[in-house]
């Protein structure tokens, strides 16, 4: 290994990531049993308990719930631009840390992130905020146009509209994951039309794959093993299955959905604690539409919204999977990286935007576009962070880190490159990139 680097961001290797149910419940578990909260919130070096502030959380009381016991530096940091919510830490502090943080990303008020964080916070007071709005008038005219097609479908018993229903869900999805992000919100419950679960992704993704990407602490890596498993390391793929994933990946594309329900039923049963919550009933809302519009038996319904979904599915997957982070110039877990390494530089490394999405508000919310900004600044409406790019290539320039995009061909060759890769390469921040 080169001196200076390392091949994680993890001090340890996760308590219970190996288990063959891969859930959130147990990825928080584990986080309560490696991260030295002693059972409070940790932000770098100090706990403090939120106890009595649960309820009064802007951004809605789910997200301090889940993560007691549990680290939240990374989380804290980006999901908190202005000064407000670090003016209140002093009012409940509770002791520093015993042990040293369980992930290796700094936040030195002279790095990469926090020069970065102070130069958006000026220009939040000058921005425009009307394209958030288009945000949602996009959401809320490709979910209209995904039932109303879908009534198409059913009517004319046509599986050519249910195709394209399933399209308009798999974009909605997408779109609804800009409003996850944000404080509690009816719009993020659009990403339950089809067997998925918000709550479970602000886990899986906001907590997980935002703060720890193409990491063995990421949870969209490890769900995917051991069928696509994108870190090079041989050990866990061997040479019939880097090349196979090539041909059964569609498979796992089109039955996300189905696996993810799947997966929840069996952890409830496993542990006797339901993992359903009254939104869930939003899955059923379209194929209860279809019924009552569509004049035809229910098992004719629950036929074509079974293949809405599938669609839908295998969309999310294609342009999700395909989306920024595998490629084989994407740091991955086992790849060298500097050992000092500023959070927003990590970002950096393990994403490559897509440049095809450029200009199009459209493009941005239906393919997780302008995907560096969002991982940096989550709670940011997408509509607004092509605003940021004058300050975000500023302080690139600054700290000589070099910003990567490629269009999606490009992507979506390099993610069965990277499913093959089994030799670790090296990320130099100031690198070229060709």
Known sequence: MATGYITTISQKYPSFRDEPLKTIYRWLDGKRQDDGAEGLWRIHDTLYDFADFIEKHPGGPEWLRLTKGTDITEAFETHHIRLRAEGMLAKYRVREATEPRAVRLTFRDDGFYRTLKRRVRDKLKDIDYGPAKRSKLIIDSMLAAAFGLAFLAIRLHSYALATVSGLFVCWTMISAHNFFHQRDNWRMMAF????????????????????????????????????????????????AKRFAAW???????????????????????????????????????????????????????????????????????????????????????????????????????????????????????????????????????????????????????EFETVYRELPWLQQIIGQHKQLARVEPMTYRPSEKFA
Request: charged fraction near 15%; hydrophobic fraction near 45%.
């Open 247 to 397: 041909l059964y990946g569609p498979l796992v594309y089109s039955f996300l959905f189905y696996g993810e329900f799947v997966k929840r039923v069996i952890e409830t049963y496993e542990t006797g604690k339901s993992t359903f919550f009254l939104d869930d009933l939003v899955t059923l809302i379209l194929p209860t539409f279809m019924y009552v519009v569509g004049a035809t038996s229910l098992w004719e319904v629950v036929k074509m919204w079974l293949f809405i979904v599938l669609v839908a599915s295998f969309l999310f997957g294609l342009i999700g999977l395909n989306a920024a982070h595998h490629h084989p110039k994407a740091v991955h877990d086992g790849d060298q990286i500097p050992a000092d390494i500023d959070f927003a530089v990590y970002q950096m490394a393990a994403v490559i935007d897509r440049s095809d999405t450029k200009g199009s508000q459209f493009m941005v919310l239906t393919s997780f576009g302008d995907h560096c900004l969002h991982h940096l600044f989550p709670t940011l409406d997408h509509g607004i962070l092509p605003q940021l790019y004058p300050v975000f290539f500023e302080t690139c320039r």
């Open 192 to 239: 339950n039309l089809a067997f998925s679960s918000y709550r479970e992704w602000r886990v899986s993704h906001a907590l997980s794959h935002h703060n720890f990407p193409n990491s063995i602490l990421d949870l969209e890596i490890s769900y995917f093993e051991p069928f696509l498993c994108w870190l090079p390391n041989p050990a866990i793929k061997s040479s």
